[in-house]
């Protein structure tokens, strides 16, 4: 019996077999081998499989830019970098998701989210030529944007294949392609195809063509590289790839492949940043507001995708931007200014000029720094006093130098008026208003107390939100305290409202992406003032425009041609280092303001010190009577246009029944009632017939379609006028085709800087001389040479004649702050002062 032999396993060297056969492995061997393989890989297939799940989405997938939108709902900016907006696919022209697929996965309907063909070609593609494939299905990309982020080793291109899997088995296909479809990146900072469509056709997605969807499905794997805008010879090759791969997959015809045109683009921008010019402003001052409601979180803006409406119309913004612009030449380059305009009746902010170019000039002059107010204060005082039961008839002493004893923290306080121009010593309140007079006003305000003007300042807006409070000083009423632009504006809105206070605001609203409210800030009126303390206010002011340093505000006319009524109040800053114009019209409210800085150094981003403005023609002084006041006149018009004229309240000074210290001189005023047939009288007759009624004449040239010579207007204050008063009335100069002289304005006495300032408007020069009068106040136009109503060539050089008065002119004792009505020559006496001053 034979013995029986122990079978080896590994049975190596194979005995019977050639020398190379003997060491192959046999079929049981191979066999055993990739059964053993495929049972690991399987298993480790289904350890991955079980153990990968699918993930939470990434945090910015859900990041929709938000935009800031002007009053006309054009756009101004995003928040984010990311400009997305996630829009559903049934919304969307089925065009739009067909190119993608297409283009990128022609398998996506039907592949269970990985392509093991394609990422075999891939492979073998990438290993025999240049080129790179990445073989991802359009799933793949998804997971890979929309949960993973990016992923390149090995391990993480297989938990993205597995999560694809799983993806396709519990997600519907059309969600995968929308999601998608809001995730890829097409260049241009455009996240999502909607960002895409806006960025690139200035279109919404659901108006697409399917040319401009194939355009876009072809710029996806490398949105630089093919932006038409840089390569347009590539771009178009991408667009003609992507329809007739559309065209092989039944989604377009042939036919409408081959005669589809390249679709219109809007160019890439060649700036980086959508911030510059007036944007950034806007942009900055948004995102502050919203921030301070406390409604709103960083967060909230940069990627909810809120959509923000403000109440900046471009147009006035932009206007505001020219006329800065425009500023005269000659002017010193670190002057700067500011602009703020605000609707009274609801707070909202028109227009916001901080600066010229936001990537230059971060700092907002509107908003971010404070100035000395200069005269604007007065009418807060005014306020205050017709609070306590003062009449504008209260009479006070109007002459310069005067030392208020132990009034400045129990040191003498010496006031002086511009130039130290005597207005004597028996001025009411109109008077002191129309032409800024600083003794008087320091007079009131010690009367009433400064803790009144300071309370009566923050009712009206200044320091509403407990910044840059007014101290209760006797000056502040001069202006000494520094203040925002914006807050002044706020409160003259509230002057304009009627009292009524409304907080500014450049945030009309703000809405989620589908159009619900999400927040919209208080416009709610808040009383804070009497209506017939406002009125009487109202009315000084307006004699300010009407007899004082604003009548720039004269030039402010309707739609057809009226002259609208103004109000407000001119300032100058101590040392004229700031110039200021406060206005408004019934409908809207408007703050100029110019300063000039000691240093700008924009790169290292340094603006400070403000300095005396430097002179700039045609104006001889800077002054709140001069460029600010012709600014505000220039915006204004544009503001109002085609808007109706609106009128102030009735309002009728009340009489005075006596007065504070007679003089054995006095007798009991004589009260005149106006004829009512003025309009349409020659000059010479309406003035004779004035005079013959003990009134005073003051003419102002218009350009109109009437009779040169002929009265097209007249101040009325409503009611009879007390004998002596003057009445300004509005004199034709003919059509302009027709005018070939200009008649000369009768400016007999007026402050000298008012005189000059009538006849630089009719185009005609002035040259200023003096002489001694017993009868005229010293600053005032005795006559003029030629006399008024002479027609003379325009830019003729008139004579105006000044009075020094009966005495040698006293030199004022401390440094003058305040204003003229225009900046009088060399020789020239003082005109109306404007300014604040003596703080």
Known sequence: MASTRNRRFWNYPRRGKGLVQRWLPSWRIVLGAALTFAALGAGVFFAAWTSTAIPENLDDVDHQATTVYYANGKEIGTFSTVKREIVAYEDLPSHVGDAVVASENASFWEDPGVDVMGLARAMWTNLTTDSRQGGSTLTQQYVERYYLGQTTDIAGKAREAIISLKITREQPKELVLERYLNTIYFGRGAYGVQAAAQAYFDKDAADLTFSESAML????????????????????????????????????????????????FVEKSSSGNSLGGQKGYIMEAVRKELLASGEFTKEDLESRGLQIHTTIKPKLQRNAAKIVRNMPEGANKNVRASLVSINPEDGAIWALYGGPDY????????????????????????IGALEEGRQLTDRYDGNSPKIFPEADDGQDWTVNNFGGYDYGDQIDLVEATAHSVNTAYAELNIDVGPAKTADVAHRLGIGEGGENPVAANNSNVLGTASIFPRDLASAYATIAGGGFYVQPHVIKNVEHMDG???????????????RDVINAATYAMTQVVEEGSGRAALELTGPDGQRRPVAGKTGTAQNNRTAWFAG????????????????????????????????????????????????WTDFMQVALEGKDVAEFPDYTPPRPTFSPSPTPSETTPQWVELPDDLIGMNINEATALLQGLGLDVATQATE????????????????????????TLWVSTGAVEEQEQVAVPNVVGQPAGSAESQLNRVGLGAEVVQEPNNEIPRGQVIRTEPGAGSEVDPGTTVRIVVSTGPQPTQEPTQEPTSEPTQSPSPSSPPGNGNGNGNG
């Open 217 to 264: 499905s072809g710029i996806i794997p490398a949105p630089v590289r093919y932006d038409p805008s840089e390569n347009l010879d590539i771009a178009t090759a991408r667009w003609e790839r992507s329809l007739n791969r559309m065209a092989a997959q039944g989604y377009i015809t042939q036919a409408e492949a081959d005669s589809a045109e390249f679709p219109e």
């Open 516 to 530: 619900t409210l999400r927040w919209e800030p208080d416009t709610s009126a808040q009383k804070r003032f009497e």
């Open 704 to 727: 109109n379609e009437a009779e040169k010579g002929t009265v097209v207007n007249f101040y009325d204050p409503g009611g009879a006028v007390e004998s002596g008063s003057t009445i």
């Open 584 to 631: 408004f019209t019934p409908q809207l409210a408007t703050v100029v303001n110019l300063r000039q800085y000691k240093t700008v150094d924009l790169d290292a981003g340094i603006i400070k010190d403000t300095v005396q403005i430097d002179d700039f023609e045609p104006y001889g002084e800077i002054t709140g009577s001069t460029w600010p006041a012709d600014a």
């Open 359 to 382: 990537l230059k000039q971060q700092m907002n002059t509107a908003t971010d720094d404070v100035v000395q107010a200069g005269s604007t204060f007065k009418p807060f005082t005014l």
